[in-house]
Structure formats: C-alpha cells, structure tokens
C-alpha cells in the first residue's frame, strides 16, 4: 500500500497569553506519506507500515517532522498484536518561549476481532524518551466497525 495525505487545521484558540494555548493560535498544515507491506513473521500473517511527514505551524512553534511505524501479527484467527513507534522531532527552536523537542511514544495492543465487523482493541503506551515536553504514559480501549 501507498497513500499521500495533506491536511489543514485552523485552531479554536485565541488567546496566545493563556497557557494552555500557546502555540495553538495559529493555522497548521501536515502532509505525509505512507507505505505498508503484507508479510509473513515466524509463520503468522503480519503487516508492516511506515509513516513520514512535516507539518508547518505558525503563531510561534517550530515545523515537526513526524515518523511512525506499526508492526501487526496475527497472533491467532481473532487476535492481533500491534507494536508501534510513533515519533515527533521539532524542525529547531521557534518563536522565543518554544524551545526545539522531541517525543518517542512505544505502543503495544492487542485488536481482538468479535465478528466480521467488530473488533475491540486494548493496550497501553508510554514515552520511550522526551525532551523539552511531556511524557506520556497510559491505556487505551477502542471499538473497531469494519465496513
């Protein structure tokens, strides 16, 4: 598989002054592109997928780079494990107050298929290494509606 994405985001927020806004004043774009490759791991159905893109920001913060990966094996006829990396570098310092940072989040889960077009995932996630931001660290549970 291959695919090409671009996106636009016009923020909510207003008030550059107020904290927890900072930064998320301005407009956005995020282009990427993805490649994804079936395969077979120890004899298991398996899939491989890489994502790399930039998005541009203004109002203050600096361009990130972005990369991720996802590892998906079969681990029985209903039940997948998912490994991912998800990965965001800044392009440097932006506007004074936005120092360069970066974030490494390591995910894994399992999506346990209930029929045809039902599945449920669960799992956790956590910074692997962070600078100059948060880490992050929890669980996740989601439904999946296949169509």
Do not use: C, I, M
């Not at 291959?2 to 282009?31: H, I, K, M």
């Not at 490759?37 to 997928?49: D, M, Q, S, V």
């Amino acid at each position: 598989v291959f695919s090409l994405e671009a996106n636009g985001y016009v923020s909510g927020a207003r008030d550059a002054a107020r904290p927890a806004q900072a930064g998320n004043t301005g407009l956005a774009a995020d282009l990427r592109a993805e490649v994804g490759r079936n395969l077979t791991l120890f004899g298991a159905p398996a899939f491989l997928e890489a994502e790399a893109g930039y998005r541009f920001r203004s109002q203050g913060p600096p361009g990130e780079w972005r990369g991720d990966l996802t590892l998906g094996v079969d681990w029985t006829a209903r039940a997948q494990v998912l490994a991912q990396a998800f990965n965001t570098v800044s392009n440097g310092a932006g506007a004074p107050g936005f120092a360069a940072w970066e974030q490494h989040v390591g995910q894994l889960s399992v999506v346990y298929r209930l029929d045809d077009k039902w599945s449920v995932q669960f799992g956790g996630f956590g910074s692997v290494y962070h600078r100059n931001t948060n880490s992050e660290y929890g669980g996740l549970v989601a439904v999946w509606r296949r169509f």
